[in-house]
């Protein structure tokens, strides 16, 4: 008995030499305490009356982890997407918001969430010389949240914030076509004043980019093309200033404008709304 004692005891002594707990290091698992789910929410909410946004956000984020698949961690979400979106911390409202629009895309704060989503975006578009990535991002986001939340109270905000967005990813095809145009690629010019007249006919944008084409083609030789932009320009806009310049120039090539309805600059414009029906 004393020697199966004397083993196990031995046994024992071998194989506490490998627990780093044993002996004088016992190990005592540290406990958090937790707050209520409900009051670390409304110190978010306080943090958030007080500007402290960063500071919110943390504290909505935390709901997630401790108490993760909860009704708290979703408004907690949604929380923290909004307090990032207000403090300018855009890129992690973002995140938070396709999080949310993921987890919980049948809720009542969808259509919010893909809203913040769609606005972080368009506070960042840039001015027109640079990069418009973050206008088609916006673009596509607000898009999205007028097909699929079309009687969200969002939908009118959106679609002013994409006639803005529009614009300005039209304003960059133009800046570039016009820089083709000076180098004389007028196919590369043509390509991005295309552009313009088939995906963002309701800019102010587009009586440029029509007079622009009659140029291109004039330069190439094209004469049907320009007629049909020029007519087509002067028929929706007929007060331009831009449409007084394509008209001298067809004029002085010796020929006026004249519209080929079987052209694409024609086809693009059927089922446009008239000058006096844009948005401005």
């Known amino acids: 008995m004393f020697g199966v004692c ?8 071998t194989l506490s030499s490998f627990n780093p707990f044993d002996n004088s290091e016992k190990y005592k698992p540290e406990v958090v305490a937790t707050a209520p789910a409900e009051q670390i929410y409304n110190d978010g909410l306080a943090r958030v009356q007080k500007k402290d946004y960063e500071g919110a956000a ?6 997630d982890k401790q108490y993760p698949f909860s009704d708290w ?5 949604i929380m923290e997407a909004y307090a990032n979106y207000e403090g300018g911390l855009y890129e992690e409202s973002i995140t938070a918001s ?12 969808a259509a919010y969430a893909q809203y913040l989503l769609a606005s972080s975006y368009y506070d960042q578009i840039p001015d027109i010389t640079r990069d418009q990535e973050k206008s088609q991002r916006a673009l596509l986001a607000l898009q999205e949240l007028i097909q699929r939340y079309p009687t969200s109270e969002y939908v009118a905000d959106a679609k002013k914030k994409i006639q803005v967005a529009s614009d300005q990813l039209a304003g ?12 004389r690629n007028y196919s590369g010019a043509i390509n991005r004043f295309r552009t313009v007249v088939g995906q963002y006919q309701t800019t102010r944008h587009v009586e440029e980019a029509l007079e622009r084409l009659a140029e291109a083609y004039m330069a190439m030789g094209i004469v049907d093309e320009a007629q049909t932009a020029a007519a087509v320009l002067g028929h929706n806009f007929p007060d331009s200033p831009w449409y007084k310049d394509a008209y001298a120039l067809l004029t002085k090539g010796g020929v ?6 079987e052209s694409w600059i024609s086809k693009a414009f059927r089922g446009v709304p008239q000058v006096g029906q844009r948005a401005g």
């Open 98 to 109: 396709k999080r949310y629009l993921q987890m919980h895309p049948a809720t009542p704060d």
């Open 256 to 261: 006026e404008p004249r519209e080929n309805s």
């Open 6 to 13: 004397g083993l196990a005891v031995a046994g024992c002594d």
């Open 172 to 183: 960059k095809e133009v800046e570039i076509g016009r820089f083709y145009l000076q180098k």
């Open 58 to 63: 943390k504290k909505f984020s935390s709901l």
């Open 73 to 77: 961690a979703r408004k907690g979400l």
